[in-house]
């Protein structure tokens, strides 16, 4: 009898929990978003302040949240754990052509994307108004990324970068406030 229920249960997954983990989500979402969603403030003609109840709309987008969550703890957290389990050296000769294929097109697309993303911006938005998205966001994207190759180099973890990335922009942002020297603001 005990190979029986084994058998009937897949291996890794318990529904059960993750519908429990589902409702527990989808609550703490509707918590979260009935106020911010589901109540819209409003003037009516009287110039007077008015509140909408969009309660329908929080719910929807709450269930929505629990769905995702139910799905990810019943059927990507337990494929990422069994993946996990597999050891390094398990990884065929297939896996590892599979990988250096996709980051191979990825370097093409992002090098491809680095050069078109300038002239799409000036051509969709004219000169005065790709300014910033070319400034701000260009040059964003390649502070990000030049982080990301420092952390990659380094073997830092996502938590200890963005805690990285964070101090440097307070202490750009300090330095222009105050009015310190460019060398003192960038240590």
Same mark, same amino acid.
């Given at each position: 009898m005990n190979s029986a229920v084994k058998t009937t249960k897949r291996a890794g997954i318990d529904f059960g929990r993750a519908l429990k983990d589902g409702v527990i989500v989808g609550i703490v979402a509707f918590a979260?978003?009935?106020?911010?969603v589901g109540l819209k403030t409003d003037q009516n003609m009287a110039n007077e302040?008015?509140?909408?109840n969009r309660l329908g709309l929080a719910a929807i987008l709450s269930v929505i949240v629990g769905v995702g969550r139910f799905l990810l703890s019943a059927?990507?957290?337990?494929?990422i754990a069994a993946r996990g389990n597999r050891s390094k050296a398990a990884a065929t000769l297939?896996?590892?052509?599979?990988?250096?294929?996709?980051?191979?097109r990825l370097s093409v697309t992002g090098l491809i994307f680095l050069f078109v993303y300038p002239v799409l911006i000036i051509s969709l938005f004219g000169v005065q108004g790709s300014i910033k998205w070319v400034d701000n966001?260009?040059?964003?994207?390649?502070?990000?990324?030049?982080?990301l190759l420092f952390a990659a180099r380094h073997q830092l973890s996502p938590e !200890?970068? &963005? /805690?990285v990335a964070d @101090?440097?922009?307070?202490?750009?942002l300090l330095g222009?406030?105050?009015? !310190?020297? &460019? /060398?003192?603001?960038? @240590?």
């Open positions: 979260l978003l009935g106020p911010l302040l008015i509140l909408q059927f990507i957290y337990p494929r297939a896996e590892l052509e599979a990988r250096a294929k996709v980051t191979r966001y260009g040059v964003q994207i390649l502070i990000y990324r030049r982080l !200890l970068l &963005g /805690a @101090r440097r922009h307070a202490r750009r222009h406030h105050s009015r !310190l020297s &460019g /060398a003192a603001a960038a @240590r």
